[in-house]
């Protein structure tokens, strides 16, 4: 089993910036990737970013240029920097975690940017 824990959610102002963290913690030995997805209001849960166990990292468009998601391996930590920040980044974030035939969820964190 494994559990996920976020931190970091909060209000911001539009262009400013925010980290989330993400702690993992339980049967991780064999995770393949982790990422964060975001659910805003209405709408369905996208992806925003992922970072594999090489470390190679993936983008969704909206999230290309101004957030960067980093992991410590020695903290069991995944990180979302996100900078320039705008009103439709507004959503709950959750840190996701692949592993094989399997994929878990934390419970999310709130992220609102006020304009």
């Known amino acids: 089993q494994v559990q996920l824990v976020e931190s970091g959610g909060g209000l911001v102002q539009a262009g400013g910036s925010r980290r989330l963290s993400c702690a993992a913690s339980?049967?991780?030995?064999?995770?393949?990737?982790m990422g964060w997805y975001r659910q805003a209001p209405g709408k369905q849960r996208e992806l925003v970013a992922t970072?594999?166990?090489?470390?190679?990292?993936n983008y969704a468009d909206s999230a290309k240029g101004r957030f960067t998601i980093s992991r410590d391996n020695a903290k069991n930590t995944v990180y979302l920097q996100m900078n320039s920040l705008k009103p439709e980044d507004t959503a709950v974030y959750y840190c996701?975690?692949?592993?094989?035939?399997?994929?878990?969820w934390g419970q999310g964190t709130q992220v609102t940017v006020s304009s």
């Open positions: 970072i594999n166990f090489r470390g190679d990292t």
């Open positions: 339980g049967n991780i030995f064999n995770f393949v990737a």
């Open positions: 996701t975690l692949y592993s094989p035939g399997f994929q878990s």
